[in-house]
C-alpha cells in the first residue's frame, strides 16, 4: 500500500548519503555561530523568565535549525521538478499523490533529525541539562512534519529559484528570529505580536521549549494545534500535486 511513499523516500535517504558530510556540517555551522554571539556574547548573564538565557536559547536554536532542514527539501524537490524531471515520473508513476506527500514528508523529517542530535551535544558542551522525553518527541515530529509539507507545498507553487528565495525571505527569515526563538515573545512590541501569532514555528518553538526544560506552556491544546496544522498542511499539498501538469 505504501509502495510509492517507500520508494519516494529510499531515494531520497540514498542521495542524502552521498552528501551527508556537506549536510552535517551545515547544520552544525549555523547553530554555533548563533550560539557564540547571542548565548556568550548579547545574552552572557541575562536571564529569561528565571532562567539563564542559554538554557532558553538552545532549545529555540533546535526548532530553527530542524526548521531549516526540514524545508531545505523544497530546494530539492525544485532540482528534481526543473532540471532531472524526477518529480514527473513520481506524478506518472500508478500511486496516489497523497504517498508523494508522505514520502517527502518523512523524509524532511528525517532531515531534520539531523541538527536535533548536534543541538543536544551543543547543550551537554555548555552544561545544560535539557529533557528528551516523549512529550519533547512527540512534540518534534509534529514540528518535523509542519515544515516538511511546508517544503513541499512552496516547491510546487513557485515557478523558479528565484522564486523560492522570495519565499524564503518573506516567510523562513521573519520566523527564524520573530517567533521567539531567540527572544520571548511576549517582550516584543504589540504589531511584531500579531505577527508572530501567525507562525506556526512560534507555537512549535514555546512547547518544545517547555518539554526541554519541563517548565512552560505544554498543554495538550498546543499538540491538537500542531495536529491540525500538520492534518490541514498535508491536505493541502495533496490537493496542489493533483492539480500539477505533467
Known sequence: MLHGARGIYLREILILRRKLIKTLLASAVSPALFLLAFGFGIGRGALVGGQDYLSFLLPGLL???SM???YAI???INISRFYFKVFEEYLLAPFGRWQIVLGEMVYGMTRGLIPVAIIALYSL???VHLHFGPAFFLALLLHLAIFSLLGILAAMIVRSHADQATVNAFLIT???FLSG????VDQMPLAIKAVASFFPLTYSTRLIRATLL???DSS???YLLLAAMVMSLFWLTRRVIERVEV
Open 63 to 65: 526548532t530553527m535549525a
Open 68 to 70: 531549516n532542514q526540514s
Open 74 to 76: 523544497a530546494t530539492e
Open 125 to 127: 558542551l555548555c552544561g
Open 174 to 176: 521573519p520566523m527564524m
Open 181 to 184: 526563538t531567540f527572544f520571548p
Open 214 to 216: 519541563q517548565s512552560g
Open 220 to 222: 495538550v491544546l498546543l
